[in-house]
T-cell receptor
Framework: QKEVEQDPGPLSVPEGAIVSLNCTYSNSAFQYFMWYRQYSRKGPELLMYTYSSGNKEDGRFTAQVDKSSKYISLFIRDSQPSDSATYLCAMGRYGNKLVFGAGTILRVKS | SAVISQKPSRDICQRGTSLTIQCQVDSQVTMMFWYRQQPGQSLTLIATANQGSEATYESGFVIDKFPISRPNLTFSTLTVSNMSPEDSSIYLC????????????FGPGTRLTVL
């Protein structure tokens, strides 16, 4: 079993839809949770960073962490074609390496 | 966040040769990391490069194949040695946050094709 599981998609949605991206993990020691966005032929860009459980909102993006279920989510409201990218979840413990999910390919159709 | 650049952005190399990839950061950082991202795959950590000490390699990666230098707090190089087509990949450097958290910020990547 992988430490971090993420559905690779692709996930295809119409413009304006609410998108839900998810990861599950097995290591209960993880404290830091991140979402990266990676456009084709670019490096990953940090979108959201969360410490421990709870929600964090930034514009159209909301990150949720449920440590009791070992489940994290990224919600994108009013999705735009420019949101089409691969979304990678990542997590770790302080001072330790990050563990990445496989990435979910998102396509927002105009 | 730091601005990170990598050179070259892409290269096509012959089997058996070596390529050195450079990573430059616009501010001093303690921790730098090198990753490999094979087509359609997620990121795999190759090694952690800390200034003033030997790089720490992950399981499956060895110094003879991927020597790393970290001469100062703003620069690092990764060499891919004696390349084979299986080394064709995107190589990414990242830097750790200076704020005491686990965030990492990535460079644009180097796309390597080995023929």
């Amino acid at each position: 079993q992988k430490e971090v599981e993420q559905d690779p998609g692709p996930l295809s949605v119409p413009e304006g839809a609410i998108v839900s991206l998810n990861c599950t993990y097995s290591n209960s020691a993880f404290q830091y949770f991140m979402w990266y966005r990676q456009y084709s032929r670019k490096g990953p860009e940090l979108l959201m960073y969360t410490y421990s459980s709870g929600n964090k909102e930034d514009g159209r993006f909301t990150a949720q962490v449920d440590k009791s279920s070992k489940y994290i989510s990224l919600f994108i409201r009013d999705s735009q074609p420019s949101d089409s990218a691969t979304y990678l979840c990542a997590m770790g413990r302080y001072g330790n390496k990050l563990v990445f999910g496989a990435g979910t390919i998102l396509r927002v159709k105009s | 966040s730091a601005v990170i650049s990598q050179k070259p952005s892409r290269d096509i190399c012959q089997r058996g040769t070596s390529l050195t990839i450079q990573c430059q950061v616009d501010s001093q950082v303690t921790m730098m990391f090198w990753y490999r991202q094979q087509p359609g795959q997620s990121l795999t950590l190759i090694a952690t490069a800390n200034q003033g000490s030997e790089a720490t390699y992950e399981s499956g990666f060895v110094i003879d194949k991927f020597p790393i230098s970290r001469p100062n707090l703003t620069f690092s190089t990764l060499t891919v040695s004696n390349m084979s087509p299986e080394d064709s990949s995107i190589y990414l450097c990242s830097v750790g946050s200076s704020g005491g958290t686990n965030e990492q910020f990535f460079g644009p990547g180097t796309r390597l094709t080995v023929l």
